[in-house]
Every structure is written in C-alpha cells, then in structure tokens.
C-alpha cells in the first residue's frame, strides 16, 4: 500500500526545479507510505511515491522502470494475481528483475497495452509514463479501493492519492463545486468524478485514462452484469461460493509483514475470519472495538467466534473521546465526510496497526449478497406494489397522504408510513434516491442559501443517482438497488472510510468479498439467493452455517457504529456547535441561518432527531478550518 504523486509538462519543465513542488506532494501523503520514498523525473514527467513495504521488502522501490528506462510507473495498492500473470508474461520473453508486484504492471502494458488492466485482480491506482510515446496512462481498480485525483489544463497534468497532494503541483484557486456541496448535504460525501473544488476530478473506479499532448481519452474497463444465472440452487451456489472465498481469501494472505484480520463478529467478517483459518497454519491475528454503551458494543460477539476459530484475539473498550481524533479524521479525507463511522473506524484501525501491517476486512458482503434489508426489503415490496397499480392512481392517492401522514421516529416501527406513502406516489429510481439520502427535499429547499439555490442552475444530487439505478441489465428493483449501491454508496462512502483511516495508521487493508470474481457471481444470483421475507445474505448464512455453530450464527449483529445523537447533545456538543456556527464560516453562506438554528435546537430539545445532518456539517466545518484556505468562490 503506497501514495503516488506526479505532473506532466508537454511543453517541458527544468528538472532540477520539478523537484520541490513534487517532494512538497510526497511529504503530504507520508502516511500513506512511510517506509520509502522515490523519484522519477525527466524533461516531461515528475512522478513521486511513498512506501508501504509488504512484497519484496528488499526491492520494488518505485518509481519502477522497464530495463531499457522507456516505461516508469507508481502504483497504489496489491495486485493479488501477479504470480499468474508474471509466469504468463516469462513464458512470453519478458524477464523480471524484481520479484514485486509491480513489475507485472510494467511489462503486462508492454505485452498487452492499456489493456493490463482487465487482466489485474487487485486493488490499485496506478500512473504509467512512457517518456518515448510522452503518453502518460492511468487506471483504478474496478469498484475503486484506491483513490486517485486528477487536474487538468492544456498542456499540464497532476494526479495524487489524495487530494491535499495536488495543492503544491498546481495551486489554484480554492473554488468550490456547488454540485459536490449539493451531494454532501444530500448524501454525505461527494461521489466521483466530482470533487470538493471545480478545477480536480476523480477518476471513478472501473475506468483507465491516457492523457498526451492532444488531451484526454477516458474509457470504462468493467461493467458488471445482473443478468440472473436460472437453475441454481442453494447448495449449488454455496458450493461455488466457498471454492471463490477460499481463493480470494487465499491469494491474500500474501505478505512479508504481519497479517492480521478485523473481526465484528458479524456475518461477512467472521466469514473472512473462518476462511483464513482454513488457509493458514498459524492463529488468526483478529481485533476488534466496542464502545461503554450495551446498543454499540460487539464485543461479545466478536469473543464467541474468536473462541470457536481458535484466533489470537485482541480487543478494546473505547470511551467516547471522539473530539479528540475528529480534526485529525478531517484533515485525512481532504474532502468533507459525514459517515461517523469514521470514529470506531479510525480507532480499530489504530489498534489493528500495532500487531499487524495488513488486515483483512468483510467489506462488500451487504452490497453484494442483499444485506441492507432495512432498505432492499421495503423497497421490493414498494416496487411490486407499483407494478400492480397503474401510476394515474398512485399519485392522487399515496402523494396526498405522504404530505399529511406525521413524521417521527417515536411512532412505532409498523407505523412509520410516511415515507412508505410517499415512495408509492414515486418511480422505483426516486424512491430508491429518496431511501438513500438523508436531507429531504423539503429540508433541502428551506435549508439552502438563495446563493447557493441559485447556482445550481436546476441540478439536483438525482442526476448522479439515476443512470445507475436505472442503468444496464438488472432485472428487478432489489438487482437495481445493488448496482447502484456497489457503484455509489460502497464505492463513495464505504470504501473511502476505510481507504483513508487504514492509511491513516499505514495499514493496509485487504478485502476477499470485493474480489471481483465473488462480485460478478454474485450480482447473477436470483432474488431468492440473496432476500427470503425479512431475512438478508441468504448465500452467505448458508455457507455460514456449514463452518460455524448456530450459537453464534443466531445472535444478532448490532452495526459498525456510534451513538452520534446522544455524543452530540453531550461530549461533542461544544464542538459541534462551534464547528457550525463559527463566525465568517462557508456554512454562513451556504444555509439558511435561521433554518439552521431551529434544527439544532430541536436536536438538543430532543424533539426532533437530526444527528446525520448535523454530524455532516460539523464535519464541514472541521474540514473548512483543515483545508479551505481562499475565500467562497463564485457560483455563477
């Protein structure tokens, strides 16, 4: 795991003076890569990379170069398949002289061109420099594990891990997207190709770029399919399933540094646990966090299933101390970020760093194999509802009685139509939208400046929503809402998280469920595979029942989370407050003061719960006072 930097002049720069603007980018993202640092620089190109040693701790150094020095590459991440691939390009002529990863990606462009990257099973980020050609070629992993930014003008490219490491490579102006400001408020996180400022892009995951003189070609390497595979069966597709974790699992225990696992005692991470058990001969290094509160402590859980798979278990008690990491957490995500499970996160991250170097995760078991029953169950049974009634009917029905239907968490769960009503009176994609975000509408209009209403010129976060949703060959609402979960919510918030509180503490974290083979199998399965009634992860607690005893298997999992309303009318209060009403803030200009202040209160009266959205803009105002450093730019 590593952070690349780099700019490319095509009308040619001094060498000698690329070099401080490109070790300023490097020593921002130190933490990424704390082992190492590199340079390649010639009359064209300045790359940059930091090292985490974990293959070939004595070579690999980056930048990598080709033997005849034509093809200088940095790269973010771990090529799992590098052994088959090297035997593949040996067996072709291409002779190696390291025994790194990365050298497959060098000479597999060689071999194969910009198609290497279909051919990689990894995670990655990557920027491939071919000073002949004075083409520069770049490309993230299929569901985006590892980041990478980018800024673009006639004649100039930078690219970074992070966002912060482009300011010293091209610094411009801080402009703000009224779009991204638009999507964090609805969503809480900006989703890719925006970004926080107008001028840098991300590259969204799945896709490579090739940048040269004459500008950029971007093209989109994977889609994946949702057409369902007919005639399965549940032992049938059990069988598969563990032959594909197994060598997930397998191919990443790779490493010449310690290894360890997460483990919640939840389904997906006791399934990765149990699976690296089968594969090692050795104790599993497992940790795991629970906080003082009953309601946000898995700990026990987590105990019974370290005790049955034998692993060398550690575990921490957190007491809230969340004021104290949370301007640290904002200053690693470069961009404002409202999941607050950022918080337990970042610690288990921490507490993982001190016996291991790389840990393995469950990330994607909920997205894959229909886990968010909380959202996929309503929503299937909406959708079918919609079927069966035409839409002349709906709307005058259902609309009218969403606008008067209350609204509050205190009515019990049966009684909580509201938004039942109102997703009825909807299409499958608007509801879905609606399902996911966490500003409505109707807040949305009373709580946004007249500026900020203004420049959005009639953009709404929707847009980003619905090719998604309603895109490709998913064959029914529970199909759609995976797909855009897989390429929006996992992909933006999920995998964000953990990118950047794992390389927060220089840990690498691996995760065989997003393997893109276990992926693809999974997206074929049918309805009855993934969702039974109430129940979710069907395929999963079937494989689950054949290694774990039904003691642990029936406990229920309370969620990687914190107590964030109760934590923001007591420790955080003083701090959230001040984060978002502070004098002279972009919040100020960005909202509705009034509206604002009326929300808050009703927070801390109790009467109203509004913590995901104050959560996100204290979080907005802990990353302006971290990185905005010009003044609001115009939205026109």
Excluded at 450 to 458: D, K, N, T, V
Excluded at 582 to 590: C, G, I, V
């Amino acid at each position: 795991m590593c952070g690349i930097t780099g700019f490319i002049t095509f009308s040619g720069h001094d060498p000698v003076a690329a070099r401080p603007a490109l070790k300023k980018a490097t020593d921002l993202i130190h933490h990424r890569g704390p082992d190492e640092e590199g340079f390649y620089i010639d009359g064209h190109a300045a790359l940059g990379h930091r090292r985490l040693s974990i293959i070939d701790l004595s070579g690999g150094q980056q930048p990598m170069h080709t033997e005849d020095r034509r093809l200088h590459v940095v790269f973010n991440g771990e090529i799992y398949n590098f052994p088959e691939l090297r035997r593949e390009l040996e067996a072709a002529g291409h002779r190696f002289l390291s025994k790194s990863d990365t050298e497959v990606i060098l000479l597999g462009y060689r071999q194969w061109g910009e198609n290497v990257v279909e051919r990689l099973n990894g995670m990655f980020a990557f920027a491939l420099w071919d000073s002949v050609e004075r083409k520069l070629f770049l490309a993230r992993d299929r569901v985006g594990k590892k980041p990478l930014y980018f800024h673009h003008r006639p004649g100039f490219f930078a690219f970074a891990s992070e966002l912060k490491a482009l300011k010293p490579l091209c610094p411009t102006p801080d402009e703000l997207d009224p779009r991204a400001l638009d999507c964090y408020f609805t969503f809480g996180y900006i989703p890719s190709p925006l970004t926080i400022y107008r001028n840098i892009d991300k590259l969204e995951p799945g896709h490579a770029l090739a940048v040269d003189a004459d500008g950029l070609r971007k093209r989109k390497y994977w889609q994946l399919s949702f057409a369902p595979r007919q005639g399965l069966t549940l032992d049938q597709a059990g069988a598969e399933l563990e032959d594909l974790l197994d060598d997930a699992t397998r191919i990443r225990l790779m490493s010449e540094v310690p290894l360890g696992a997460f483990l919640s005692g939840g389904l997906d991470s006791t399934l990765i646990v149990a699976s690296m058990a089968r594969n090692m001969d050795k104790p599993v290094r497992t940790n795991s966090i629970g906080f003082g509160e009953a309601e946000f402590n898995e700990l026990p859980l987590a105990r019974l299933v370290a005790e049955h798979l034998h692993t060398d278990h550690r575990e921490c008690t957190l007491e809230p101390k969340a004021a104290d990491v949370l301007g640290k957490i904002a200053w690693h995500f470069d961009e404002p970020f409202a999941d607050s499970s950022a918080v337990p996160t970042w610690y288990v991250c921490q507490m993982a760093r001190q016996n291991v170097t790389v840990a393995l995760s469950g990330d994607g078991g909920d997205e894959s194999f229909g886990g968010y029953t909380f959202r996929y169950v309503p929503h299937i049974f909406e959708s079918r509802l919609r079927s069966a009634l035409p839409i002349l009917m709906r709307g005058p029905i259902f609309g009218p009685l969403g606008d008067v239907y209350p609204s509050s968490t205190r009515l019990p769960q049966p009684l909580r139509l509201k938004t039942i009503f109102e997703n009825l009176a909807r299409s499958d994609a608007e509801a879905y939208y609606h399902d996911l975000i966490f500003l409505r509408a109707d807040d949305r209009a009373a709580l946004y400046s007249p500026q900020l209403a203004a420049s959005l010129m009639g953009f709404t976060p929707f847009e980003m929503i619905h090719p998604l949703y309603a895109g490709g060959d998913a064959p029914d609402a529970l199909a759609r809402s995976q797909r855009a979960d897989i390429a929006f919510y996992m992909t933006e918030d999920v995998l964000v998280k953990v990118d950047r509180m794992s390389m927060a503490h220089a840990l690498e974290v691996r995760s065989p469920l997003l393997d893109y083979r276990i992926i693809e199998f999974a997206a074929r399965l049918p309805e009855d595979l993934k969702i039974q009634g109430r129940t979710g992860k069907i395929l999963l607690r079937h494989l689950a029942r054949r290694r774990l005893p039904a003691e642990i298997l029936d406990k229920p999992k309370k969620g990687f989370s914190i107590p964030a309303a109760s934590w923001l009318r007591g420790e955080l209060r003083p701090l959230a407050e001040q984060a978002i009403f502070q004098p002279k803030s972009l919040l100020r200009d960005l909202l509705q003061p009034l509206q604002l202040r009326r929300m808050w209160d009703e927070h801390q009266k109790e009467i109203r719960n509004h913590d995901v959205l104050l959560w996100g803009l204290m979080m907005f105002g802990l990353w302006e006072n971290k990185h905005y450093n010009g003044r609001l730019g115009r939205y026109e």
